[in-house]
């Protein structure tokens, strides 16, 4: 038990980017060596189509890849978001080198295709909630109207749930939820409830260019079977939000970072409306502000996972440029930046957001030490540059202690 206990609490330091005890035992390494810790690149090029906006959950011994966004190629007159939106299930037996399709987009008996959705597990089975689509379409401008937008969103936000036990079997666990239809939405498992909170409804004007207008949601719902939806409040206190992370750690949930809104002006002289923020809540009705200001700047599209007992936070948007960090945190108050920039990146170009990540125990001891992401966006949405719609990735990335 003493041996088991310095090996954790040495290798949650590592990870915390401190330096282990000389008497620490740490996997891996003699008395007194400190391990390597750092990324690994597990796939350069997956058999699924490059893509954001994806889900990947852990299920037994395998790795489920579901939903997302592919953008299409440029075409004329241009049309701002336009993509190619997935319903395909994949599932991986070796930790994401190789992948085999269990359901195609098209195939029926499943969820419609989907991005910035919701995705979970419980009980042995994983569950998919929310998402969007992506349609618009020409905008009926009367002549000489200045400032008419030429598209008009018309995508379909969704509200249903689903279960598989297998990602090819899939049954709807709700039609229609009584939450709003809405993307980027936080979703998280805690004593065996499954609650839903955050999110928005409608593109944002600032891509598609036209209305209807974005409304970002702050209400808390929770539900043991993803059938029967219970509300616990309408508002929140913390400020309405989508593409925040969300954590489960000490008997709390954890909020942190998000948006409500795509871009400012005048660039580059005024504050994007990005969160970095964190609160907590044992019950999704009572919140508390753990910090105002975390560490990390304000983001939105980053993903948080638990490793080592510490909330690890890294990529997501920036404005101008994306952020080249990493941090962790034990409380979610104090932070930590690590020493190895995600994905082993030197630029910002090389920083995804809204790419797919989770924990994973790899050893004895059934804790959480390695961290796996899966494909995400380097966009800059600079629509003059041609180039653009490639940066989406379909690789596979692994950070943990380095293996021999």
Known sequence: MAQRSVLVVGLAALLAGAALPQSAVAIGGHHGQKPAVGWTEVQPSAPWAPRAGLKVVSLGDRFYLMGGRTPNPPSFPPVPGDSVIWGDVWTSQDRGSTWKQLLASDQPG??????????VTKGGAMYVLGGQDFEVVPNACPPFVPDCPPFVSKSTFFNDVWRSRDGVHWEQMADHAPW??????????????????GGSQNDDSAVIGGPPQRIYFNDVWKSRDGRTWEKLTDHAPWSPRAGAATVTKGGYIYLLGGENGFVCEPLPFCTPPYFNDVWRTR????WELVTPAAGWSPRPGHAC????????????????????????????????????????????????????????AEGIFGVPTAIYTFGGDRETFDFMDPTNYLRVDNDVWRYGLIRP
């Open 283 to 286: 019950d999704g009705v009572a």
């Open 180 to 197: 709003a239809g809405r993307a980027g939405l936080s979703t998280v498992v805690l004593r065996n409830e499954i609650y839903v909170f």
């Open 305 to 360: 996972v638990i490793a080592a007992f510490h909330i690890v936070c890294f990529g997501g948007f920036g404005l101008l440029q994306n952020p080249v960090d990493m941090w962790a945190s034990v409380d979610g108050a104090h932070w930590l930046q690590l020493r190895s920039p995600p994905w082993n990146a030197t630029t910002p170009g090389e920083i995804k957001y809204d790419f797919a990540a989770l924990s994973v």
């Open 110 to 119: 499943h969820w419609a295709p989907r991005a910035y959705f919701g995705a």
